[in-house]
Protein backbone atom coordinates (compact mmCIF):
# COMPACT_ATOMS: atom_id res chain seq x y z
CA UNK A 1 0.00 0.00 0.00
CA UNK A 2 2.77 2.70 0.94
CA UNK A 3 4.21 2.28 -2.79
CA UNK A 4 0.84 4.62 -3.32
CA UNK A 5 2.19 7.63 -1.21
CA UNK A 6 4.64 8.61 -4.10
CA UNK A 7 1.14 9.08 -6.34
CA UNK A 8 -0.64 11.36 -4.03
CA UNK A 9 0.94 14.76 -5.01
CA UNK A 10 -1.31 16.87 -3.32
CA UNK A 11 -1.52 15.35 0.02
CA UNK A 12 1.31 14.76 2.97
CA UNK A 13 1.10 11.15 4.32
CA UNK A 14 2.43 10.97 8.53
CA UNK A 15 2.58 7.93 10.00
CA UNK A 16 3.88 9.26 13.48
CA UNK A 17 3.72 12.47 15.85
CA UNK A 18 7.07 13.40 14.85
CA UNK A 19 6.76 13.95 10.99
CA UNK A 20 3.40 15.61 12.06
CA UNK A 21 4.63 18.24 14.41
CA UNK A 22 7.43 19.00 11.78
CA UNK A 23 5.38 19.09 8.80
CA UNK A 24 2.89 21.79 10.55
CA UNK A 25 4.99 23.84 12.58
CA UNK A 26 5.24 26.25 9.37
CA UNK A 27 1.35 26.30 9.80
CA UNK A 28 -1.18 28.14 12.10
CA UNK A 29 -5.04 28.35 10.56
CA UNK A 30 -5.42 23.85 10.85
CA UNK A 31 -8.49 22.27 10.25
CA UNK A 32 -8.64 19.09 11.88
CA UNK A 33 -11.10 16.34 10.52
CA UNK A 34 -10.77 12.81 13.02
CA UNK A 35 -12.57 9.61 11.21
CA UNK A 36 -11.77 6.34 11.50
CA UNK A 37 -11.63 5.66 7.88
CA UNK A 38 -13.73 4.07 5.43
CA UNK A 39 -14.44 7.67 3.97
CA UNK A 40 -17.70 8.49 2.88
CA UNK A 41 -18.99 11.69 1.79
CA UNK A 42 -20.56 12.34 5.84
CA UNK A 43 -16.59 13.01 6.36
CA UNK A 44 -16.04 14.80 3.03
CA UNK A 45 -18.36 17.26 3.95
CA UNK A 46 -16.34 18.27 6.61
CA UNK A 47 -13.43 18.37 5.13
CA UNK A 48 -14.56 20.45 2.31
CA UNK A 49 -15.77 22.99 5.44
CA UNK A 50 -12.27 22.89 7.11
CA UNK A 51 -11.10 23.81 3.54
CA UNK A 52 -13.32 26.56 3.06
CA UNK A 53 -12.39 28.14 6.52
CA UNK A 54 -8.89 27.32 7.44
CA UNK A 55 -5.77 27.29 5.51
CA UNK A 56 -4.50 24.14 5.87
CA UNK A 57 -6.75 20.75 6.64
CA UNK A 58 -5.68 17.56 7.84
CA UNK A 59 -7.49 14.09 8.35
CA UNK A 60 -6.91 11.72 10.58
CA UNK A 61 -7.56 7.94 10.36
CA UNK A 62 -7.46 5.74 13.45
CA UNK A 63 -9.86 3.32 14.43
CA UNK A 64 -9.40 3.92 18.17
CA UNK A 65 -9.89 0.49 19.86
CA UNK A 66 -10.56 2.61 23.07
CA UNK A 67 -13.66 4.16 22.24
CA UNK A 68 -15.57 0.37 21.21
CA UNK A 69 -17.41 -1.67 24.02
CA UNK A 70 -17.84 -4.86 21.71
CA UNK A 71 -14.40 -6.31 20.60
CA UNK A 72 -16.30 -8.00 17.82
CA UNK A 73 -17.61 -4.50 16.55
CA UNK A 74 -13.84 -3.30 16.90
CA UNK A 75 -12.58 -6.64 14.93
CA UNK A 76 -14.94 -6.02 12.14
CA UNK A 77 -15.09 -2.67 11.93
CA UNK A 78 -14.72 -1.74 8.15
CA UNK A 79 -11.55 -0.78 7.03
CA UNK A 80 -10.03 0.52 3.39
CA UNK A 81 -7.26 2.19 3.57
CA UNK A 82 -6.28 2.15 0.42
CA UNK A 83 -9.80 3.11 -1.39
CA UNK A 84 -9.77 6.10 1.50
CA UNK A 85 -6.18 7.46 0.28
CA UNK A 86 -7.65 7.85 -3.50
CA UNK A 87 -10.88 8.87 -2.44
CA UNK A 88 -9.02 11.75 -0.19
CA UNK A 89 -7.13 12.61 -2.83
CA UNK A 90 -9.11 13.49 -5.55
CA UNK A 91 -11.01 15.62 -3.05
CA UNK A 92 -7.83 18.29 -3.93
CA UNK A 93 -9.02 19.16 -0.33
CA UNK A 94 -6.96 17.35 2.25
CA UNK A 95 -2.81 18.88 2.79
CA UNK A 96 -1.99 16.12 5.02
CA UNK A 97 -3.09 12.56 5.98
CA UNK A 98 -2.12 11.55 10.07
CA UNK A 99 -1.87 7.67 9.91
CA UNK A 100 -1.21 6.75 14.02
CA UNK A 101 -0.09 3.51 15.02
CA UNK A 102 -2.16 2.98 18.53
CA UNK A 103 1.46 3.20 20.25
CA UNK A 104 2.02 6.86 18.41
CA UNK A 105 -0.71 7.95 20.03
CA UNK A 106 -1.55 6.55 23.49
CA UNK A 107 2.63 5.55 24.05
CA UNK A 108 3.50 6.68 27.98
CA UNK A 109 1.34 9.46 27.96
CA UNK A 110 -0.16 8.61 31.01
CA UNK A 111 -3.10 10.68 32.42
CA UNK A 112 -5.92 10.54 34.43
CA UNK A 113 -9.13 8.86 33.66
CA UNK A 114 -11.86 10.68 31.80
CA UNK A 115 -15.06 10.61 33.45
CA UNK A 116 -18.61 11.28 32.17
CA UNK A 117 -20.62 12.94 34.32
CA UNK A 118 -23.65 11.07 35.89
CA UNK A 119 -26.60 13.07 34.12
CA UNK A 120 -24.46 12.70 30.91
CA UNK A 121 -24.48 9.11 31.09
CA UNK A 122 -27.71 9.16 28.61
CA UNK A 123 -28.66 8.12 24.89
CA UNK A 124 -25.29 6.21 23.42
CA UNK A 125 -23.31 6.78 26.73
CA UNK A 126 -25.76 4.41 28.79
CA UNK A 127 -26.16 1.60 26.45
CA UNK A 128 -21.97 1.69 25.57
CA UNK A 129 -20.28 1.89 28.28
CA UNK A 130 -16.67 3.44 28.47
CA UNK A 131 -17.46 4.41 24.75
CA UNK A 132 -17.02 8.22 25.09
CA UNK A 133 -14.52 7.93 27.82
CA UNK A 134 -12.74 6.60 25.00
CA UNK A 135 -13.35 9.03 22.35
CA UNK A 136 -12.67 12.03 24.89
CA UNK A 137 -9.11 10.29 25.86
CA UNK A 138 -7.89 10.15 22.04
CA UNK A 139 -9.73 13.07 21.13
CA UNK A 140 -7.86 15.02 23.65
CA UNK A 141 -4.71 13.07 22.51
CA UNK A 142 -5.41 13.57 19.43
CA UNK A 143 -5.81 17.46 20.01
CA UNK A 144 -2.63 17.44 21.62
CA UNK A 145 -0.35 16.10 18.66
CA UNK A 146 -2.05 17.91 16.02
CA UNK A 147 -3.00 21.07 18.04
CA UNK A 148 -5.53 22.52 15.16
CA UNK A 149 -7.33 25.80 15.59
CA UNK A 150 -10.63 24.35 14.23
CA UNK A 151 -12.13 20.78 15.08
CA UNK A 152 -14.56 19.61 12.37
CA UNK A 153 -17.33 16.71 13.09
CA UNK A 154 -20.43 15.70 12.16
CA UNK A 155 -24.07 16.03 13.83
CA UNK A 156 -24.63 12.64 12.62
CA UNK A 157 -22.95 11.67 16.25
CA UNK A 158 -24.52 14.98 17.89
CA UNK A 159 -24.16 13.04 21.66
CA UNK A 160 -20.20 12.80 20.52
CA UNK A 161 -19.98 16.26 19.67
CA UNK A 162 -22.05 17.73 22.22
CA UNK A 163 -19.74 15.76 24.76
CA UNK A 164 -16.15 16.81 22.71
CA UNK A 165 -17.29 20.29 22.40
CA UNK A 166 -17.93 20.53 26.31
CA UNK A 167 -14.41 18.31 27.06
CA UNK A 168 -12.21 20.28 25.10
CA UNK A 169 -13.44 24.14 24.52
CA UNK A 170 -13.15 24.48 29.07
CA UNK A 171 -9.54 22.54 28.19
CA UNK A 172 -7.87 24.08 25.25
CA UNK A 173 -10.28 26.40 24.24
CA UNK A 174 -10.15 24.78 20.78
CA UNK A 175 -13.05 25.34 18.46
CA UNK A 176 -15.25 22.50 17.34
CA UNK A 177 -17.20 23.37 14.36
CA UNK A 178 -20.44 20.77 14.18
CA UNK A 179 -21.50 19.94 10.25
CA UNK A 180 -24.84 18.78 9.40
CA UNK A 181 -25.53 15.28 8.50
CA UNK A 182 -25.20 14.11 4.55
CA UNK A 183 -27.68 11.40 3.66
CA UNK A 184 -28.42 9.31 0.94
CA UNK A 185 -31.31 10.22 -1.47
CA UNK A 186 -33.26 7.13 0.21
CA UNK A 187 -32.87 9.53 3.61
CA UNK A 188 -30.58 6.90 5.51
CA UNK A 189 -27.50 8.68 7.34
CA UNK A 190 -23.95 8.14 5.49
CA UNK A 191 -22.05 5.85 7.77
CA UNK A 192 -19.04 3.92 7.71
CA UNK A 193 -21.09 0.56 9.40
CA UNK A 194 -23.56 1.03 6.21
CA UNK A 195 -20.54 -0.67 4.27
CA UNK A 196 -21.38 -3.90 6.49
CA UNK A 197 -24.94 -3.92 5.62
CA UNK A 198 -26.51 -5.73 3.07
CA UNK A 199 -29.05 -4.24 0.25
CA UNK A 200 -31.72 -5.58 1.77
CA UNK A 201 -31.02 -4.11 5.19
CA UNK A 202 -30.04 -0.48 3.48
CA UNK A 203 -33.61 -0.91 1.93
CA UNK A 204 -34.91 -1.68 5.14
CA UNK A 205 -32.89 1.29 6.92
CA UNK A 206 -34.19 3.62 4.43
CA UNK A 207 -37.97 2.40 5.43
CA UNK A 208 -37.23 3.03 8.70
CA UNK A 209 -35.87 6.70 8.67
CA UNK A 210 -38.81 7.87 6.51
CA UNK A 211 -41.09 6.59 9.43
CA UNK A 212 -38.72 8.29 11.47
CA UNK A 213 -39.13 11.37 9.55
CA UNK A 214 -43.09 11.61 9.71
CA UNK A 215 -42.66 10.86 13.39
CA UNK A 216 -40.59 13.71 13.97
CA UNK A 217 -43.98 15.75 12.15
CA UNK A 218 -46.46 13.99 13.83
CA UNK A 219 -45.35 14.25 17.54
CA UNK A 220 -45.80 17.63 17.27
CA UNK A 221 -49.15 17.25 18.31
CA UNK A 222 -49.14 14.63 20.98
CA UNK A 223 -49.41 15.71 24.41
CA UNK A 224 -46.53 13.32 26.10
CA UNK A 225 -44.21 13.28 23.35
CA UNK A 226 -41.97 10.99 25.03
CA UNK A 227 -44.75 8.51 26.38
CA UNK A 228 -46.22 8.29 22.81
CA UNK A 229 -42.40 7.62 21.79
CA UNK A 230 -42.05 4.17 23.72
CA UNK A 231 -45.16 2.97 22.34
CA UNK A 232 -44.09 3.76 18.90
CA UNK A 233 -41.05 2.06 19.94
CA UNK A 234 -41.88 -0.91 21.01
CA UNK A 235 -44.47 -1.03 17.34
CA UNK A 236 -41.49 -0.40 15.93
CA UNK A 237 -39.39 -3.20 17.00
CA UNK A 238 -42.27 -5.55 16.32
CA UNK A 239 -42.88 -4.56 12.95
CA UNK A 240 -39.33 -4.60 11.85
CA UNK A 241 -37.65 -7.20 14.37
CA UNK A 242 -35.39 -4.88 15.19
CA UNK A 243 -33.69 -4.23 18.63
CA UNK A 244 -34.09 -0.08 19.74
CA UNK A 245 -31.82 0.93 22.17
CA UNK A 246 -33.29 4.32 22.52
CA UNK A 247 -35.61 6.76 20.55
CA UNK A 248 -36.14 9.64 22.27
CA UNK A 249 -36.76 13.68 22.09
CA UNK A 250 -34.22 15.65 23.46
CA UNK A 251 -33.33 19.38 24.01
CA UNK A 252 -30.70 20.12 21.49
CA UNK A 253 -28.57 22.30 24.05
CA UNK A 254 -28.76 19.98 26.89
CA UNK A 255 -29.89 16.63 26.02
CA UNK A 256 -32.33 17.17 28.51
CA UNK A 257 -35.61 15.18 27.33
CA UNK A 258 -37.59 17.31 25.83
CA UNK A 259 -41.37 18.14 25.76
CA UNK A 260 -41.65 20.45 23.24
CA UNK A 261 -40.80 19.99 19.25
CA UNK A 262 -38.72 23.66 19.41
CA UNK A 263 -34.71 23.34 19.76
CA UNK A 264 -35.07 19.45 20.41
CA UNK A 265 -34.31 16.07 17.95
CA UNK A 266 -35.33 12.92 17.69
CA UNK A 267 -32.22 10.71 18.68
CA UNK A 268 -32.33 7.04 18.03
CA UNK A 269 -30.32 4.24 18.14
CA UNK A 270 -31.03 0.71 16.38
CA UNK A 271 -29.67 -2.52 15.96
CA UNK A 272 -30.14 -3.71 12.03
CA UNK A 273 -28.85 -7.33 11.20
CA UNK A 274 -26.39 -7.15 14.36
CA UNK A 275 -25.39 -3.58 13.19
CA UNK A 276 -25.60 -1.10 15.49
CA UNK A 277 -27.13 2.40 13.83
CA UNK A 278 -27.45 6.31 15.25
CA UNK A 279 -29.44 8.86 14.11
CA UNK A 280 -31.11 12.27 14.93
CA UNK A 281 -33.54 14.07 13.27
P1 LIG B 1 -16.22 8.35 12.08
O1 LIG B 1 -15.21 8.01 11.02
O2 LIG B 1 -17.47 7.55 11.99
O3 LIG B 1 -15.61 8.38 13.46
O4 LIG B 1 -16.66 9.85 11.78
C1 LIG B 1 -15.74 10.88 11.67
C2 LIG B 1 -16.49 12.18 11.65
O5 LIG B 1 -17.39 12.21 10.54
C3 LIG B 1 -17.34 12.41 12.92
O6 LIG B 1 -17.24 13.76 13.32
C4 LIG B 1 -18.73 12.08 12.44
O7 LIG B 1 -19.75 12.71 13.16
C5 LIG B 1 -18.67 12.57 11.01
N1 LIG B 1 -19.73 11.93 10.19
C6 LIG B 1 -19.99 10.60 10.12
N2 LIG B 1 -21.06 10.40 9.31
C7 LIG B 1 -21.47 11.61 8.89
C8 LIG B 1 -22.54 12.06 8.04
N3 LIG B 1 -23.39 11.21 7.46
N4 LIG B 1 -22.67 13.38 7.83
C9 LIG B 1 -21.81 14.26 8.40
N5 LIG B 1 -20.78 13.90 9.20
C10 LIG B 1 -20.61 12.60 9.45
Known sequence: MFYLFNTFTQMKILLNKTSLTKSLEPFNDIGFVPTMGSI???????????????????????VNPKQFNNKKDFKTYPKNMKKDLQ????????????IPKFKDI???????????????????????????????????????????????????DFQQLFLVKKFLKNKYGTEIIGCKTIREKNKVALSSRNYLLSEENLALASVIIRKLINLKKNIKLKKNKNRYLKTVKNELEKKFNINIEYLELRNIYNLKLSSVINKSRLFVAYYLNGVRLIDNL
Not at 120 to 129: G, Q, V
Not at 135 to 150: C, H
Open 106 to 156: FNNNKKPKIKINKKDKILCAKFRKGHFEGVLDVMERLTNIVKPNKIFMGEK
Open 40 to 62: HKGHLSLINKSNQVCNKTIVSIF
Open 87 to 98: LLNKTKQVDFIY
